[in-house]
């Protein structure tokens, strides 16, 4: 038994030989009751202490994945146990499924990274700084327009951008979901209409149905929205704002050119549509660039960033960069719907900008997505699979496989232990796709790897 153990990863040594033996079991189709190798002879195999792998052996057991016999050792327990007991379930915005699936499945599809590219040092430092020095951080509420600290911070960080504004115009949330919600609840009426791109973000599609608003879908090119498309659905439609992403794009992982930018605020301005300019992906960008928020000067657009993407999805810390105000009616209903943001999130997060801490850390994340990519998208090219204006930065690839019986693409993921994202997800109407978002930081394992080359048009499809 060979088990995917990387020396490197952040990922304990228990959890990664947790995720390993339950990818063993189910490629290998194992049937209940089977007994699994010694727990000494799986040491030995794999270079590993016993106790470590008796220790994942027991965690499986509770999970219900293992049964254990006193005296002889670990067993297949049944799937529909396993399945059973199972909390953590492989979902994802996104996901072709919202229900408990196979156990240790590769989300290759998702919109996050990875558990093993996470972090905690200096995260784990910070968080004993604040309980240490930071007694209202640990206990009381937080303000309306967020921790004023945190602010400054990211004030000095939109000018980097190019985007100029006062402190008294940024709004700190709870993630960029909160400030979307809040966008939508304070902004929009049930029955109004909006342009949403597509393909584009399926949570947000949701969240306009939730609050009754319906969508008009603009197609979204390599380099932006379609303009063409964008100026007749204006002229037609009169919708009360735009959403859009900025820098790469979900799911195609396409950044605005400049002409197009500037197309888009032009047109904007000269039909009266508020723009929401959704940049959550912008500490993954290094380099030159056209933000939307940077180009306005009437408050005709609404920027959302965060930095739950790249730091941490549960610390959960975003922002709204609007006119005053626009900003004092966000903070009212923040006040009024969630007793404000966390505090304690805030403070954790203003300690890691101050220190420097975070600077490095994206850092590191860029270098090592832009290595990734490339050997993602040299994968892709030798399976044949069509790829999406090739992004030059981000966490995504929006490509297909040129295979003619797309559910030969899906039975071939399900063979190799991959999770795609949903084929209607990124539709604002639902509409089926073949196209899949990729998560580059995904994209490196072997199970994606051998997804994709089974999957190439001249090959032999196993089964």
Same mark, same amino acid.
């Given at each position: 038994? $060979? &088990?995917?153990?990387?020396?490197?990863?952040?990922?304990?040594?228990? #959890?990664?030989?947790?995720?390993?033996?339950?990818?063993?079991?189910?490629?290998?189709?194992?049937?209940?009751?089977?007994?699994?190798?010694?727990?000494?002879?799986?040491?030995?195999?794999?270079?590993?202490? #016993?106790?470590?792998?008796?220790?994942?052996? $027991?965690?499986?057991?509770? $999970?219900?994945?293992?049964?254990?016999?006193?005296?002889?050792?670990?067993?297949?327990?049944?799937?529909?146990?396993? !399945?059973?007991?199972?909390?953590?379930?492989?979902?994802?915005?996104?996901?072709?499924?919202? *229900?408990?699936?196979? %156990?240790?499945? =590769?989300?290759?599809?998702?919109?996050?990274?990875?558990?093993?590219?996470?972090?905690?040092?200096?995260?784990?430092?910070?968080?004993?700084?604040?309980?240490?020095?930071?007694?209202?951080?640990? %206990?009381? /509420?937080?303000?309306?327009?967020?921790?004023?600290?945190?602010?400054?911070?990211?004030?000095?960080?939109?000018?980097?951008?190019?985007?100029?504004?006062?402190?008294?115009?940024?709004?700190?949330?709870?993630?960029?979901?909160?400030?979307?919600?809040?966008?939508?609840?304070?902004?929009?009426?049930?029955?109004?209409?909006?342009?949403?791109?597509?393909?584009?973000?399926?949570?947000?599609?949701?969240?306009?149905? =939730?609050?009754?608003?319906?969508?008009?879908?603009?197609?979204?090119?390599?380099?932006?929205?379609?303009?063409?498309?964008?100026?007749?659905?204006?002229? #037609? /439609?009169?919708?009360?704002? &735009?959403?859009?992403?900025?820098? /790469?794009?979900?799911?195609?992982?396409?950044?605005?050119?400049?002409?197009?930018?500037?197309? +888009?605020? *032009?047109?904007?301005?000269?039909?009266?549509?508020?723009?929401? $300019?959704?940049? +959550?992906?912008?500490?993954?960008?290094?380099?030159?660039?056209?933000?939307?928020?940077? &180009?306005?000067?009437?408050?005709?657009?609404?920027?959302?960033?965060?930095?739950?993407?790249?730091?941490?999805?549960?610390?959960?810390?975003?922002?709204?960069? !609007?006119?005053?105000?626009?900003?004092?009616?966000?903070?009212?209903?923040?006040?009024?719907?969630?007793?404000?943001?966390?505090?304690?999130?805030?403070?954790?997060?203003?300690?890691?900008?101050?220190?420097?801490?975070?600077?490095?850390?994206?850092?590191?994340?860029?270098?090592?997505?832009?290595?990734?990519?490339?050997?993602?998208?040299?994968?892709?090219?030798?399976?044949?699979?069509?790829?999406?204006?090739?992004?030059?930065?981000? &966490?995504?690839?929006?490509?297909?496989?040129?295979?003619?019986?797309?559910? *030969?693409?899906?039975?071939?993921? *399900?063979? %190799?232990?991959?999770?795609?994202?949903? @084929?209607?997800?990124?539709?604002?109407?639902?509409?089926?796709?073949?196209?899949?978002?990729?998560? +580059?930081?995904?994209?490196?394992?072997?199970?994606?790897?051998?997804? %994709?080359?089974? @999957?190439?048009?001249?090959?032999?499809?196993?089964?």
């Amino acid at each position: 038994m $060979e &088990l995917r153990i990387d020396r490197q990863a952040l990922v304990p040594l228990v #959890q990664q030989i947790v995720d390993a033996l339950a990818g063993w079991l189910r490629q290998s189709e194992i049937l209940p009751g089977t007994r699994l190798p010694s727990a000494r002879q799986i040491a030995r195999d794999n270079l590993l202490s #016993q106790s470590s792998v008796v220790e994942a052996c $027991e965690r499986l057991v509770v $999970e219900g994945v293992l049964a254990s016999r006193q005296g002889t050792g670990f067993f297949v327990a049944d799937p529909a146990l396993a !399945a059973s007991r199972q909390r953590d379930y492989p979902w994802f915005e996104g996901a072709a499924v919202k *229900q408990a699936g196979a %156990f240790g499945e =590769l989300k290759l599809g998702c919109g996050g990274l990875p558990v093993s590219w996470r972090e905690t040092d200096d995260l784990s430092y910070a968080i004993r700084q604040v309980s240490r020095t930071d007694m209202a951080g640990l %206990f009381n /509420y937080g303000t309306p327009l967020g921790l004023p600290v945190l602010r400054q911070h990211i004030l000095k960080r939109l000018l980097k951008l190019g985007i100029a504004v006062e402190e008294r115009r940024i709004l700190t949330t709870a993630g960029a979901s909160q400030g979307l919600d809040l966008i939508v609840r304070t902004l929009l009426k049930p029955g109004e209409c909006v342009v949403v791109e597509s393909p584009g973000y399926s949570m947000l599609f949701e969240l306009l149905r =939730l609050y009754g608003v319906n969508m008009i879908e603009v197609p979204r090119t390599p380099s932006g929205p379609d303009i063409d498309v964008l100026e007749a659905l204006l002229l #037609q /439609y009169r919708p009360r704002a &735009l959403f859009i992403n900025s820098f /790469y794009h979900n799911p195609t992982g396409s950044s605005l050119a400049p002409q197009v930018a500037q197309r +888009v605020l *032009q047109l904007a301005k000269a039909h009266g549509v508020l723009v929401i $300019e959704d940049d +959550v992906y912008a500490d993954l960008h290094n380099g030159p660039g056209t933000r939307l928020a940077a &180009l306005d000067n009437a408050d005709n657009v609404i920027y959302v960033g965060s930095f739950s993407k790249t730091l941490s999805s549960s610390l959960r810390v975003g922002f709204v960069v !609007a006119g005053a105000g626009v900003i004092s009616r966000l903070a009212e209903v923040k006040m009024i719907s969630s007793m404000g943001a966390s505090r304690f999130c805030e403070s954790v997060l203003a300690c890691l900008l101050a220190s420097g801490a975070y600077r490095k850390l994206v850092q590191r994340q860029r270098q090592r997505l832009n290595s990734d990519r490339e050997a993602a998208l040299q994968v892709l090219e030798d399976a044949e699979w069509e790829v999406f204006g090739k992004p030059a930065g981000g &966490l995504f690839i929006w490509a297909r496989s040129r295979m003619s019986d797309y559910a *030969q693409v899906r039975t071939q993921a *399900q063979r %190799f232990g991959v999770l795609l994202s949903s @084929t209607t997800a990124f539709s604002p109407t639902g509409e089926p796709s073949d196209w899949q978002r990729i998560n +580059v930081a995904y994209a490196a394992d072997p199970r994606a790897r051998a997804f %994709f080359q089974a @999957t190439a048009v001249d090959r032999p499809q196993a089964f």
